[in-house]
């Protein structure tokens, strides 16, 4: 069960749309529609803001969408804000009750 | 409101065992709908999935940790139980808990995590 990958950091200027990937195998992102992402800010704990790949939880603005196509995943975060600035993780299901982590991207908002 | 609350020694000694307990309130830990789960972040690292635990007693764990982790649950105390045997520095991270709901497994509340240290 090997780590998904995702981008060490990525960066956008206030309003602009950035996108993360993260990239697994058919064994976890693409075997199955079970796609998870985690906002954390620095000392606090993850918090959900996608699910079921495209999901959100009520309270998560609609500016935080979510994609999936093979074996990789995306989030994407429309009209940044600065308050987006946090370090953000990918999860999904790995067969046989199983989760695996993304190894987490750092958004920058310039 | 559901609360995750860890407890336990925030220092461990290398080859001991590290012990903590995750309390929930405001939910029975009996629910069909969810697993319990524990989720481990090294400073300045990822957060690496550890395993969960059913009410039932049923537990899956992380394959790379298995041979030397224990995930119990106490449906009683409404309390679940991690135990992590013969540490090294490397198991050195904040701990969370957190619970998972069934069938998808994602992870919708999470406790605010405790920093485990392995120091002689």
């Known amino acids: 069960q090997s780590a998904l990958t995702q981008p060490r950091s990525v960066s956008g200027s206030p309003g602009q749309s950035v996108t993360i990937s993260c990239t697994g195998t058919s064994s976890d992102i693409g075997g199955y529609n079970y796609v998870s992402w985690y906002q954390q800010n620095p000392g606090k704990a993850p918090k959900l803001i996608i699910y079921?790949?495209?999901k959100r939880p009520s309270g998560v603005p609609a500016r935080f969408s979510g994609s999936k196509s093979g074996n990789t995943a995306s989030l994407t975060i429309s009209g940044l804000q600065a308050e987006d600035e946090a370090d953000y993780y990918c999860c999904s299901y790995a067969a046989e009750y199983t989760v695996v982590f993304g190894g987490g991207t750092k958004l920058t908002v310039l | 409101q559901l609360q995750l609350q860890e407890s336990g020694p925030g220092l461990v000694k290398p080859s001991e065992t590290l012990s903590l307990t995750c309390t929930v309130s405001?939910?029975?830990?009996?629910?069909?709908?969810?697993?319990w789960g524990w989720i481990r972040q090294p400073p300045g690292k990822g957060l690496e999935w550890i395993g969960s635990?059913?009410?039932?007693?049923?537990?899956y764990y992380n394959p790379s940790l298995k041979s030397r982790v224990i995930i119990s649950v106490d449906t009683s105390k409404n309390q679940f139980s991690l135990k992590v045997t013969s540490v090294t520095a490397a198991d050195t991270a904040v701990y969370y808990c957190a619970r998972v709901v069934k069938v998808t497994d994602y992870l919708d509340y999470w406790g605010q995590g405790t920093l485990v240290t392995v120091s002689s």
């Open positions: 079921d790949v495209i």
């Open positions: 405001g939910d029975s830990i009996s629910s069909s709908t969810y697993y």
């Open positions: 635990v059913y009410y039932s007693g049923s537990t």
